[in-house]
């Protein structure tokens, strides 16, 4: 049992997935009580464009992921506030574009691009030394953020027009906080792959909503229990032999269902 | 010199194609109790953001005394019936603006913000209660207190004493009363002015075009020009109050 944390992978990967929590949990409660589930989706699938790009350019894959996913963060934002279509349908058409430019530079680039798989589905064994420094350095980023802006975010999030109204400045943490998601999504990239990575923004903070009505207390939940769905999933992939982004989500989809479930039984 | 605050001239907006508001010119002076009266879809909270610089007029403008301090009151039917805060955040949020932007809220603003909850007449209590647990009426009280901490010299209020019961519309309009008797500012948009008609100084009826006299006086072709009929309006029980005191006039 114990010969799990001998290898240099495996604490890699349990290290990396106790500091993606912390982005996680933090900017997963943000996203779900801004309802902006599906732009964390559109920058996780556009970034795709990102690892394409990379590729073709022959550059780290996941420093073109960062630029992208930042990059049409904030246009998501922009077209949001200033476009006169249905913030929606634009933030689906980013979406899908990101993802078709990553597919055409992939095509272009001449060799079998090997590890492509891992970008979409995630891989433990891909979580380099590297990878834990930028995780690392999401985590605190993302910390100190929300600990000197909290009054500013949580009043922010509850209604974008008064807070504005209140304080002119206000009006930047639309960007400040699509940014920090951009950033949080593509270190979680690493470990569940870009397509599963919404789940584990938005179970673990919905989890944490359904116990307290307190934003910090949700915050905190939210990383305790991310941490907790990826280090047994984690160690569930490691025994079983699955992938283990999938396992992840697994444990927290169904963990989901059953608090909801339970609840329910318990208020009739 | 006169005491106007607010000055709008032939302001119009339009959204998606549409004129919302045509040609809108009015005063507002400091003291005033101005409420503006129209159905639903007449453009009335769409008025309120204009004023308050939240939407852009197409053509017009308006002018607003420099330094102006301003408090909203939104519908809170708008809320996440789910957000993670509490009633006394909320009505924290209103210091916003009034500290540093990195540091979090001070002694002062705590006591300011409980001092304005007691003056919206909220039980302790309840302070601490999740905001999407109270009641219509609490959380409308609550979202007054936020507009009062922010110390404004004009409230803006968008339908304040809708869907909450009568008891506790009686009450916030005498708490619109005390507020206005103080000095304060009001400006009020809302299909039910049931509450708040005797403190009224303004009114206008809006649809569109905003029929205006610059006086209190509710008149049958204000209201004809904003409802296009005076016997719907009566029969919804819409400024009766007012409007029966012109009726037994002419009666008498």
Redesign the interface.
């Known amino acids: 049992m114990l010969d799990i944390l001998t290898q240099t992978f495996m604490q890699h990967a349990l290290l990396g997935g106790l500091l993606i929590s912390v982005a996680a949990g933090i900017i997963g409660s943000l996203v779900v ?1 801004q ?1 902006r589930v599906f732009i964390a989706g559109g920058i996780a699938h556009s970034a795709y464009g990102g690892v394409g790009l990379a590729y073709y350019l022959g550059f780290p894959p996941l420093i073109g992921a960062l630029i992208v996913s930042v990059i049409s963060g904030v246009l998501m934002g922009y077209l949001e506030r200033h476009s ?1 279509e249905r913030s929606d349908t634009v933030i689906g058409v980013v979406w899908a574009l990101g993802m078709a430019i990553g597919v055409i530079f992939v095509d272009l680039t001449k060799g079998y691009a090997i590890d492509l798989m891992s970008f979409l589905f995630g891989s433990i064994i891909a979580v380099s030394r590297m990878d834990l420094w930028l995780m690392a350095g999401v985590a605190v980023l993302v910390l100190l953020t929300v600990l ?5 975010l ?2 922010y ?3 974008p ?7 002119k ?2 009006k930047w943490l639309l960007y400040l906080t699509l940014i920090l998601v951009s950033l949080t999504v593509v270190v979680m990239i690493r470990m569940v792959g870009l397509i599963l990575v919404i789940a584990l923004l938005t179970i673990p903070a919905s989890i944490a ?1 359904k116990f ?4 910090s ?2 915050m905190g939940l939210a990383i305790l229990l991310s941490a907790v769905f990826i280090t047994s999933g984690l160690i569930a992939s490691y025994f079983l032999n699955l992938t283990a982004g999938a396992m992840i989500v697994l444990i927290a989809g169904l963990t989901y269902f059953v608090i909801i479930g339970t609840r329910r039984l318990s208020n009739n | 010199m006169s005491k106007k605050i607010i000055q709008v001239k032939n302001l119009s907006v339009e959204l998606s194609g549409h004129t919302i508001l045509e040609e809108l010119s009015f005063g507002v002076e400091s003291g005033d109790f101005f409420v503006v009266i129209g159905p639903n879809g007449g453009g009335k909270t769409i008025l309120v953001k204009t004023l308050l610089g939240l939407i852009k007029p197409s053509s017009g403008e308006i002018i607003i005394k420099e330094g102006l301090r301003i408090g909203y009151v939104p519908q809170f039917v708008l809320f996440d019936v789910n957000f993670p805060v509490s009633a006394f955040e909320v009505a924290m949020m209103g210091r916003q603006g009034h500290g540093s932007f990195l540091s979090g809220y001070k002694t002062n603003d705590k006591k300011k913000v409980s001092r304005a909850l007691e003056d919206v007449g909220l039980a302790e209590e309840i302070y601490r209660h999740p905001f999407s647990d109270l009641s219509g009426g609490q959380k409308q009280r609550v979202l007054i207190a936020r507009a009062l901490v922010s110390d404004p010299e004009v409230i803006f209020l968008d339908e304040p004493t809708a869907s909450i019961d009568p008891v506790s519309n009686e009450k916030v309009g005498q708490l619109f009363s005390k507020l206005n008797k103080k000095g304060v500012t009001i400006f009020m948009v809302t299909h039910d002015v049931g509450a708040v008609s005797q403190f009224i100084t303004k009114i206008g009826c809006l649809n569109r075009k905003l029929f205006f006299h610059d006086s209190k006086e509710l008149s049958t072709d204000m209201v004809q020009g904003a409802y296009g009929c005076y016997i719907d309006l009566v029969s919804h029980g819409v400024a009766h109050r007012i409007l029966d005191k012109k009726k037994h006039h002419k009666d008498a």
């Not at chain 1, 307290?212 to 934003?215: E, N, P, R, Y």
């Open positions: 009580i309802r006169k000197l802006l909290f009054k500013n949580l009043a999030s509850f209604d027009e008064f807070s504005v109204l209140m304080d400045r206000n909503e307290t009505k307190k934003l207390t949700m």
